[in-house]
């Protein structure tokens, strides 16, 4: 499971995947915003599995992976962002 700030990606089947958009608790975003994100994964093509007034769920493409065109979209709308991974730097400051 991949989980994002407004849902997550999880495994449906052994061959399919899965988005889950919820409303969080803690979020200043309405219901409106929360539609129009369902609207938006609904415009991507996506197959509606379940649907309440501000949670759902939609069944991704089988070859669904980082080629498939809607990739990177979902990923914006459920709030996935990619972790960055340490350097082991330490920050540094700059003479100013």
Same mark, same amino acid.
């Given at each position: 499971?991949?989980?994002?700030?407004?849902?997550?990606?999880?495994?449906?089947?052994?061959?399919? =995947?899965?988005?889950?958009?919820? &409303? %969080? /608790?803690?979020?200043?975003?309405?219901?409106?915003?929360?539609?129009? !994100?369902? @609207?938006?994964?609904?415009?991507?093509?996506?197959?509606?599995?379940?649907?309440?007034?501000?949670?759902?769920?939609?069944?991704?493409? =089988?070859?669904?992976?980082?080629? &498939? %065109? /809607?990739?990177?979209?979902?990923?914006?709308?459920?709030?996935?962002? !990619?972790? @960055?991974?340490?350097?082991?730097?330490?920050?540094?400051?700059?003479?100013?």
């Amino acid at each position: 499971m991949v989980k994002g700030k407004f849902g997550h990606i999880y495994e449906h089947s052994d061959a399919q =995947l899965g988005a889950f958009l919820d &409303h %969080p /608790v803690s979020s200043r975003l309405g219901p409106r915003a929360m539609r129009n !994100k369902m @609207r938006q994964l609904d415009g991507l093509g996506l197959s509606s599995k379940q649907r309440a007034s501000t949670e759902g769920s939609w069944l991704l493409p =089988l070859d669904f992976g980082p080629q &498939h %065109p /809607v990739f990177a979209q979902t990923l914006k709308i459920l709030g996935i962002r !990619k972790i @960055r991974k340490a350097t082991g730097k330490p920050f540094t400051k700059r003479a100013v």
